[in-house]
């Protein structure tokens, strides 16, 4: 089994910063990214990042949002700039892996607000 452990989310005011972090268990993973999720949506890409470096962005986070991994921890991390409320939303770690599929971890609350 593969486990994800999300950690960084919370609460910032508009054109603040977050970090996350998600470290997994076991092998190191093909690719690995963020999903979001806010009330009534879909859950759609933010960001991955394959074990070579390669980064996709979803248009609305480019430019704002920066994706990193670090293959010798296992970790996932992605810089959150200039916050919209619009960023509000349950950030999920994924990872996929063509021998595993896909694995999500627990989720955590990012809060964009006044």
């Known amino acids: 089994q593969v486990q994800l452990v999300e950690s960084g989310g919370g609460l910032v005011q508009p054109g603040g910063s977050l970090r996350l972090s998600c470290a997994a268990s076991?092998?190191?993973?093909?690719?690995m990214g963020w999903y979001r999720q806010a009330p009534g949506k879909q859950r759609e890409l933010v960001a991955t990042?394959?074990?070579?470096?390669?980064?996709n962005y979803a248009d609305s986070v480019k430019g704002r949002f920066t994706i990193s991994r670090d293959n010798a921890k296992n970790t996932v991390y992605l810089q959150m700039n200039s916050l919209k409320p619009e960023d509000t939303a349950v950030y999920y770690c994924?990872?996929?892996?063509?021998?595993?599929?896909?694995?999500w971890g627990q989720g955590t609350q990012v809060a964009v607000s006044s």
């Open positions: 994924n990872i996929y892996d063509s021998g595993l599929g896909n694995y």
């Open positions: 076991g092998r190191i993973f093909n690719r």
């Open positions: 990042i394959t074990s070579g470096g390669s980064t």
